[in-house]
């Protein structure tokens, strides 16, 4: 997974890099045609990456003693406090820590399937 959301701190170091980067690239831009035709798709690269990176994920997780469920947080250990203050109440749903994942399409459909 990657380490950039995984906690607050993280996350805030690696969006003022990104920011950063932008940044220094775009002081470039004023260069010549050709240049600015090099690095204008490397500016937007940082900028998708920086909104996605910043955003809220959906992430997925299981419980010790089976099943599964999702939640929305910026990072890991975000999605972790929601889960834990939602669901450990009872003795039948603890969060399982080691589980969480930024959910995608395929292991949704994969944890959906078990539904069918």
Do not use: H
């Amino acid at each position: 997974m990657n380490k950039a959301f995984e906690t607050k701190a993280n996350l805030k170091e690696t969006t003022t890099v990104l920011r950063t980067e932008i940044r220094s690239l775009k002081s470039l831009v004023r260069l010549d045609k050709t240049q600015r035709a090099i690095i204008k798709p490397i500016i937007e690269e940082r900028v998708n990456k920086l909104k996605w990176i910043s955003g809220m994920k959906t992430w997925n997780f299981g419980f010790e003693g089976g099943g599964w469920n999702s939640n929305v947080a910026k990072t890991k250990e975000e999605a972790i406090k929601k889960a834990k203050k939602m669901y450990n109440a009872s003795k039948y749903t603890q969060v399982s820590e080691n589980s969480f994942r930024v959910a995608t399409d395929r292991d949704t459909a994969n944890l959906l399937s078990m539904f069918y």
